[in-house]
């Protein structure tokens, strides 16, 4: 009898070992944003990311999502997460993305979910944005509105009912490599109004 009282104790010390390892490992996938971080504002990049220095965080996430990371010469990948005021992005409020983005060639911006998936496709809609289909001001800044219902001017249109983030791409850009030499700036995201309470 102590045999097998014995035995059920290992298979029950082991599962729980098994079951908090996993979720453990899960929790640091979707919200670890892993070593060597640039963070500029409220945007955060791993200048890492696509190279064989990334950290094992990064490159579990990038598998799981299937991404095609961006060598250090080629560009820099940035995440947005929060607000100005720190609350994760919800779909049912709109928001203005205003300012400037560091020089670079070109630069794309789309919103994804929390585990890296674009956003599902709307036709018609413009759920992806890049440098050469914006309107600017006389000083190079923009305005884009950030919404599920339809805004004038530049709009990113977003499709979803859970939180989610912005990710905005700079290609041939210095940025991450000559941070002490310049002072980048990012655009901010800020909240205008809610169709609900914020999650």
Request: charged letters at 15%; glycine letters at 8%.
């Amino acid at each position: 009898m102590s045999n097998i009282r014995t035995i059920f104790l290992t298979i029950v010390i082991c599962a729980i070992a098994l079951a908090g390892g996993t979720a453990s490992a899960l929790y640091a996938l979707n919200n670890f944003e892993g070593f060597n971080q640039l963070t500029i504002g409220q945007w955060h990049a791993s200048p890492l990311y696509g190279s064989a220095d990334a950290d094992p965080y990064a490159r579990a996430q990038r598998s799981r999502a299937a991404l095609l990371p961006l060598g250090a010469a080629e560009g820099q990948r940035f995440v947005l997460r929060y607000d100005i005021d720190g609350t994760k992005l919800d779909p049912r409020c709109d928001y203005s993305l205003q300012g400037q983005v560091p020089a670079s060639r070109f630069w794309t911006l789309h919103a994804s979910d929390l585990n890296e998936y674009p956003l599902s496709n709307q036709q018609g809609l413009p759920q992806e944005l890049h440098s050469q289909l914006v309107w600017y001001r006389n000083d190079s800044s923009f305005l884009i509105s950030v919404s599920s219902s339809a805004q004038s001017g530049n709009w990113l249109a977003i499709n979803s009912s859970r939180p989610y983030q912005l990710v905005m791409t700079l290609y041939d850009t210095a940025t991450g490599s000559s941070l002490g030499f310049e002072n980048p700036r990012m655009p901010e995201l800020k909240r205008i109004e809610c169709k609900g309470a914020v999650r």
